[in-house]
């Protein structure tokens, strides 16, 4: 088992900017791709970033690409989305997630096997 915890949510103006963590525990975090996924009231869950293992691949999604980056630290076990530049249609909850996989970089919901609870990004206009 791989427990999931988000912070770094909240409430910001458009333009502005905030930093997400993930912090991992249970079983070897290096193991994992990590993803981010987010999830606006009566839409899908959307992609977002994710990160091979050793963190020297990443993939980002299209509505992020340029204002959005995601990183890991393996020695603490910690992934992290810095999201810049935000707007309104960013708001949603943020959801960071851990696969195992043979992909690198997965971009979808069931190629991951642990979730987070989520956290609440507001971009108010």
């Known amino acids: 088992q791989v427990q999931l915890v988000e912070s770094g949510g909240g409430l910001v103006q458009a333009g502005g900017s905030l930093r997400l963590s993930c912090a991992a525990s249970g079983r070897t975090f290096s193991n994992y791709a990590m993803g981010w996924f987010r999830q606006a009231p009566g839409k899908e869950r959307e992609f977002v970033a994710t990160?091979?293992?050793?963190?020297?691949?990443?993939a980002l999604g299209d509505s992020v690409r340029g204002r959005f980056t995601i990183s890991r630290d393996n020695a603490k076990n910690t992934v992290y989305l810095q999201m810049n530049s935000l707007k309104p249609e960013d708001t949603a909850i943020y959801y960071c997630?851990?696969?195992?996989?043979?992909?690198?970089?997965?971009?979808?919901?069931?190629?991951?096997?642990?979730w987070g609870q989520g956290t609440q990004v507001t971009v108010s206009s």
């Open positions: 990160i091979s293992r050793s963190g020297s691949t990443l």
């Open positions: 997630a851990a696969g195992i996989s043979w992909k690198a970089t997965p971009r979808t919901p069931n190629e991951y096997d642990y």
